[in-house]
C-alpha cells in the first residue's frame, strides 16, 4: 500500500518537471516576435525609435535595439539593450538632418535567432506642426545674418529657409539683389511677439527693431549710391550731405544677361527656364520625388505599403525635395492610381487646397533649391472583386526629365464577423490544448492511479 502512495508520488512529481520543461521549450520556438512602433519626440535633429518584444518565457539573454538610416538599407544601429521579458523598449537617436525621411525597424536577438519588425518611417520637419498646437507652423519668414529661417506664430525660429548667395542679400525674409522698398510683413501676434515692433537708426541706416528690443531687419538703408555724400541716419530719418567740390562718379551699367557662359547666374535671373544651357538639371540627383501612403487619417505615419478594404479611405502623399543649388521650374506631378480607388479628393499642396486632377497631372511652379514640396491626397476603395496587390506610381516631370517612385497597396476583400470569431475561437483552442496538454494528460493519469489505489485499499479492508 505504502509503495503505491510512493510510487503516485513520485509520477506525479515527474509529470510536473515534464511539463514546465516542455512549456519552455516549446515557447522558444516561434513563440517570439518583435514590433516596430512609431517614432515619437520628433524635432529637425533627434527622435525616439519605439519597439516592443513580445517573449512568451522569461530569458536574461534577449537583446533589442534598432537599425535606422535615410533608405531601407539602413546604414545604423543603435546600442543594444537587455530585455528578459516581455514590454516596450526605446532609444533616442540625434544627429539627424533636417528636412529629410528616415527609415527604422526594431530587431531582437535570442535564443529564437534573430527576427525583424516592419520597416516604418518618420520626418525631421514636423516637430513644430505636431508638438507646439498653440502656435502656428511656419508662420513668416526672418533674416538671420544672410540666412533665411522660418519662424512660427510664438516667434520661435525653425529650420532654415534659403541662403542668400550670388551677391544677393537677406531682407525682409527673402533673398534679394535690390533693397524692398514696401516689405510684406508678418502678422503680429497680440501680447505674444511682434518682429517689427518700432524702426530707429543703427548702423548709418533704419532698422526694424522687435518687441523683445533686438534688431529683426533693415527698414531702409540711407546708402544713396552717391559718392559724393555723407550718408548717416538721424532721429529716423536718413540724411545724405553733401561733399564740398566732389565729382560724382558716371553711373555703373546694370550687369547683362550671360546666358550661355556655363555658370547659372540666378542673380541674373537665370533658371532651367530662362537659360537650360547654364541651368542644367540632373533628373538623377536634381529632384527626389518619393511616395507614401496610411489609411488611418489620425497617424503621423506614412508607409511604403498600405492593406485596405471596400468602402475604406486611403490617403497619399507626395514629397518633392529639389537637392541641387538652382531653382527648378515648371514642375509638373501626376499618380497612377489602382481602379479600385476611386473619388479622388481633398487635394493639397503644403496644407493647401488647390483645383486640379492628380491623374491627368498639376503643375505646382517652382522649388527653390534645397527645400520640399508636398503634395497630399486621398480616396474611397470600391467593391473588390478579389484580393490582390497592386502598384501605385507618382511622377515628376520636369522639361521632360522624368522621375517616378511606387507604394504597394493590398486589397482585401473581408469576411464576414461570424467567420472570424469562428476562426479566433478555433485557434484559441488549440493554442490553449498545445500548451495544457501536459497537464491534462498527468491529471487523467492521476485520477487513473486514484482510483486503482482507491479500489486496492477497499479491497484489502
Not at 7 to 14: G, N
Not at 176 to 198: A, E, G
Not at 220 to 236: F, G, I, L, M, R
Not at 359 to 374: D, W, Y
Request: aromatic fraction near 14%; hydrophobic fraction near 35%.
Amino acid at each position: 500500500m505504502k509503495n503505491i502512495y510512493k510510487l503516485s508520488f513520485l509520477l506525479f512529481f515527474a509529470l510536473i518537471l515534464c511539463a514546465s520543461f516542455n512549456t519552455i521549450a516549446f515557447a522558444q520556438v516561434g513563440g517570439a516576435s518583435v514590433q516596430t512602433n512609431s517614432a515619437t519626440n520628433i524635432s529637425n535633429y533627434q527622435a525616439t525609435l519605439n519597439g516592443y518584444l513580445s517573449i512568451p518565457y522569461i530569458n536574461s539573454y534577449n537583446y533589442v535595439y534598432f537599425q535606422w538610416g535615410t533608405t531601407t538599407s539602413y546604414g545604423y544601429q543603435t546600442q543594444q539593450l537587455s530585455l528578459n521579458n516581455t514590454g516596450s523598449f526605446g532609444h533616442v537617436i540625434s544627429g539627424l538632418s533636417s528636412n529629410n525621411i528616415y527609415h527604422f525597424r526594431a530587431v531582437a536577438q535570442g535564443s529564437f535567432g534573430t527576427i525583424y519588425g516592419q520597416d516604418m518611417v518618420f520626418y525631421t520637419n514636423q516637430y513644430n506642426y505636431y508638438n507646439d498646437y498653440n502656435c502656428t507652423y511656419h508662420a513668416y519668414k526672418l533674416c538671420q545674418g544672410n540666412n533665411v529661417y522660418w519662424y512660427n506664430s510664438c516667434g520661435t525660429q525653425q529650420e532654415l529657409f534659403n541662403s542668400c548667395v550670388g551677391g544677393q542679400f537677406c531682407q525682409y525674409g527673402q533673398c534679394t539683389s535690390n533693397y524692398i522698398i514696401n516689405p510684406v510683413l508678418p502678422p503680429v501676434i497680440p501680447n505674444i511677439y511682434n518682429p517689427y515692433y518700432k524702426t530707429a537708426c543703427s548702423s548709418g541706416s533704419i532698422y526694424w527693431y522687435d518687441s523683445l528690443g533686438v534688431v529683426s531687419g533693415l527698414y531702409k538703408s540711407c546708402n544713396d549710391n552717391n559718392s559724393c555724400t555723407q550718408d548717416t541716419c538721424s532721429a529716423n530719418v536718413c540724411v545724405n550731405t553733401l561733399i564740398p567740390n566732389c565729382q560724382i562718379n558716371p553711373p555703373v551699367n546694370p550687369p547683362v544677361n550671360n546666358c550661355g557662359n556655363n555658370l547659372c547666374e540666378s542673380t541674373l535671373g537665370e533658371t532651367n527656364t530662362t537659360c537650360p544651357i547654364d541651368c542644367k538639371i540632373n533628373p538623377a540627383t536634381a529632384l527626389l520625388i518619393s511616395f507614401f501612403s496610411k489609411t488611418d487619417s489620425s497617424s503621423s505615419q506614412w508607409q511604403k505599403t498600405a492593406q485596405t478594404m471596400p468602402n475604406s479611405n486611403v490617403y497619399f502623399m507626395i514629397s518633392l525635395v529639389n537637392n541641387s543649388t538652382t531653382q527648378i521650374d515648371n514642375v509638373t506631378v501626376s499618380a497612377n492610381i489602382p481602379n479600385e480607388i476611386a473619388s479622388l479628393g481633398n487635394l493639397k499642396l503644403n496644407e493647401t487646397a488647390i483645383s486640379g486632377d492628380i491623374v491627368s497631372g498639376i503643375n505646382i511652379g517652382s522649388i527653390a533649391p534645397s527645400t520640399t514640396k508636398s503634395i497630399t491626397f486621398e480616396g474611397k476603395t470600391q467593391a473588390i472583386s478579389e484580393a490582390s496587390t497592386k502598384q501605385a506610381t507618382a511622377t515628376s516631370n520636369v522639361l521632360g526629365l522624368i522621375n517616378s517612385d511606387t507604394i504597394s497597396i493590398d486589397f482585401a476583400q473581408g469576411q464576414s464577423t461570424g467567420a472570424v470569431s469562428d476562426a479566433v475561437a478555433s485557434s484559441g483552442f488549440w493554442e490553449f490544448l498545445k500548451q495544457w496538454y501536459l497537464w491534462i494528460l498527468g491529471i487523467l493519469v492521476l485520477v487513473f492511479l486514484f482510483i486503482i489505489v482507491f479500489k486496492r485499499f477497499s479491497s484489502d479492508s
